[in-house]
C-alpha cells in the first residue's frame, strides 16, 4: 500500500520540524493509528534518498548526555515537494473514492 507514496509519508513526518530516524518512525506509526509500523530498512533508504534529492538536509547532534544522531530537516525544496504531493494524494484520493463509492464520497 506504501508503494510510491513513503517519500510523502517521510516528507510529512518532517513537517513538524527536524528528527532523527527513530522519531521520524515512530512519528510515522502514532501518526498512522499503528498502520504503517516501517522497519529501519525501509525508512533509512528513504532518508537518504531524499537528502540526496536536495529535499532534506541532515546534520550530526549530540545531545547533552546522549549519543551522536543524524538529524533531518525538510529544505525550501522539501517543503514544496511536501505540497505538490499532496494536492496531487489529494487528487488521486478524490477518484479513487468516487470510483470505489459507486460515485459517492467513500465510505458509502
Keep these: 500500500m506504501l508503494k510510491g507514496h513513503l517519500d510523502a509519508i517521510v516528507l510529512a ?12 518512525i515512530e512519528t ?19 532518508l537518504h534518498r ?8 541532515s546534520a550530526w547532534m549530540v545531545p547533552p548526555g546522549g549519543r551522536r ?7 525550501k525544496a522539501g517543503s514544496a515537494a511536501l505540497a505538490d504531493r499532496r494536492k496531487a ?6 477518484a479513487v473514492d468516487a470510483l470505489l463509492g459507486g460515485g459517492r464520497a467513500w465510505p458509502a
Design 28 to 46: 510515522i506509526r502514532r501518526g498512522s493509528t499503528d498502520t504503517f509500523d516501517l522497519p529501519e530498512g525501509t525508512v533509512y533508504p528513504a
Design 69 to 75: 544522531r543524524r538529524m533531518y530537516s525538510l529544505t
Design 89 to 94: 494524494w489529494g487528487r488521486f484520493s478524490h
Design 13 to 24: 513526518a518532517l513537517e513538524g520540524g527536524p528528527a532523527h530516524g527513530y522519531a521520524i
Design 50 to 57: 531524499l537528502e540526496e534529492a536536495g529535499l532534506l538536509s
